[in-house]
């Protein structure tokens, strides 16, 4: 069966993939898409605009802010699309011919970004080229015009018509400087504007002096071809997010945004990381479920009768209920937080259907005389429907930032972690995973799971192996897997076949 490529939507503060085969190569191009979205959001002034908008309505529910938003996202499209639709391709390789055949409708962004930089020969000198004209065309003084007219009441409307991006990315296109005379005179860069493809050395930590000598001077660039007038310095959109966080937390309240910060070059692994954790993924449409009535027994949700055991889950409902279609007659439990056995049937017309029983919380179901696999977010181990959890027979979902918890978890001496990554197919669905252990002083600790897309997959393999190096704390190894055979199997086998669509956000 011939799936279509994988794609992807990006949402403010996070992106959704729908990864509907086994194609680690759309997966990754549709995730590389999507990330370069919040890139270029959460390094301009007008994507501080939009993001804050926004985290207003997520707070507040004010359709108003919603609006203004989409009018923001609206009046950014084209160079956003540009920027997410060439520079990807120019990282991993994929020539025009390629993107176009898989992302037909990516065929003009495509062209707009390869016209911008068609005079420029090094891909090294390209990939600066692409970043400073996006950053040129978002990088404008709008967080001021906000500031000035307020939160509540600025629309669209309040901005000239060269201070939106759109239009500043079409004239850009009709003025393009001569990017080559504005490429810094240093004998260092030649190692990086010769070569004819791109490598992973060129953006060495060790070389960022060049990177931000080169990326500021062809920025410049851009931003004088747009008349200069209006257009904030490289990073100057840093001297305003406070102001405008501060003035939504005035208007709001509590609001899910920070003001950010400079990064250095070293840690953009930690920040690629860190954003694929933004990153939810599907691996097919909703399943057919039904629930049963809580005086059910639970000895009847008895899955696999070579190894009988009962499967529970704590969830939040949403990050549940979002994989289910339900049956007829069927309801979708209800509360913020559920706690469900759950097993998988196949009906007399040969469907498989989902079958869930609410329990009160872990406690009740281990009262059962069948042995008892739970899965439970890390985040939620706390709360009242996780009461009862047993370390042995728990699987924890890694629903928290990895390196800020793996920091922590290490911190004690003669702790380590170890994991690898497995694929599960189930189906016909696959759902990749990465899968570890802490251990201190010998002792092992409940183990732990992340689903990941196939693209999250290489983010996380180069992540780690980036951030730990051989010889640390945090070590690639299977072996530790024995230590869990009766347990990884069944968990691994429910997660992807009676799930679909993952997150790995504690909010959802």
Not at 58 to 72: D, I, K, Q, S, Y
Not at 147 to 161: C, I, P, Q, T
Not at 340 to 369: F, K, M, P, W, Y
Request: glycine share 6%.
């Amino acid at each position: 069966m011939t799936h279509p490529p994988a794609s992807g939507s990006f949402d403010h503060d996070r992106w959704h993939l729908v990864q509907p085969g086994d194609d680690p190569n759309s997966s990754q191009f549709a995730s590389a898409h999507e990330s370069h979205h919040k890139q270029l959001q959460d390094s301009t002034s007008f994507g501080a605009v939009a993001r804050t908008y926004h985290a207003l309505w997520m707070a507040t529910g004010a359709r108003e802010h919603r609006e203004t938003a989409g009018a923001l996202t609206r009046a950014s499209s084209l160079v956003q699309e540009a920027f997410a639709s060439w520079l990807p391709a120019l990282a991993l390789g994929w020539d025009r011919d390629r993107v176009v055949r898989n992302y037909p409708g990516y065929r003009a962004h495509f062209d707009a970004m390869a016209e911008v930089v068609a005079s420029v020969d090094s891909p090294y000198l390209r990939f600066h080229v692409a970043h400073a004209v996006s950053r040129a065309c978002m990088q404008t003084s709008v967080i001021e015009r906000v500031l000035d007219v307020g939160l509540a009441n600025f629309s669209l409307a309040d901005l000239r018509e060269r201070e939106l991006p759109d239009i500043r990315f079409g004239l850009l296109r009709r003025h393009l400087p001569d990017w080559s005379a504005h490429v810094p005179a240093d004998p260092r860069l030649t190692a990086l504007v010769e070569p004819a493809t791109l490598t992973a050395e060129m953006f060495d930590p060790a070389l960022e002096e060049l990177w931000v000598l080169v990326n500021e001077a062809v920025y410049d660039a851009a931003a004088s071809a747009l008349g200069g007038d209006g257009t904030l310095g490289v990073n100057e959109h840093l001297l305003w997010t406070p102001k405008l966080v501060a003035a939504a937390r005035e208007l709001a309240g509590a609001v899910d945004i920070e003001p950010g910060t400079r990064l250095r070059q070293a840690e953009t692994r930690a920040v690629v990381l860190g954003n694929t954790e933004s990153e939810g993924f599907s691996v097919a449409g909703p399943l057919p479920a039904r629930v049963l009535p809580d005086s059910t027994a639970l000895s009847l949700m008895t899955a696999d009768l070579e190894r009988p055991h009962l499967f529970a889950t704590v969830r939040r409902s949403k990050s549940l209920t979002d994989n289910y279609t339900w049956e007829p007659g069927s309801r979708p439990p209800t509360g913020d937080v559920l706690c469900v056995v759950r097993r998988t049937v196949r009906e007399d017309d040969g469907r498989h259907v989902v079958e869930l029983r609410r329990a009160t919380d872990l406690a009740e179901v281990h009262r059962s005389e069948v042995p008892v696999i739970a899965v439970v977010p890390c985040t939620l181990l706390d709360h009242p429907a996780a009461a009862g959890w047993r370390p042995a027979r728990t699987a924890l979902l890694l629903d928290l930032p990895l390196t800020e918890h793996l920091d922590l978890w290490l911190d004690a001496p003669g702790s380590r972690f170890r994991y690898t990554f497995l694929r599960t197919e189930s189906f016909g669905r696959v759902v990749p995973f990465l899968v570890g252990s802490v251990e201190h002083d010998g002792h092992t600790l409940p183990l732990m799971l992340r689903p990941l897309s196939h693209a999250g997959v290489r983010v996380h393999q180069a992540a780690l192996a980036e951030l730990y190096p051989p010889g640390g704390k945090v070590v690639a190894d299977h072996t530790f897997l024995g230590a869990y055979e009766n347990l990884l199997g069944p968990v691994l086998a429910h997660l992807a076949g009676e799930e679909v669509r993952f997150d790995n956000r504690m909010d959802l």
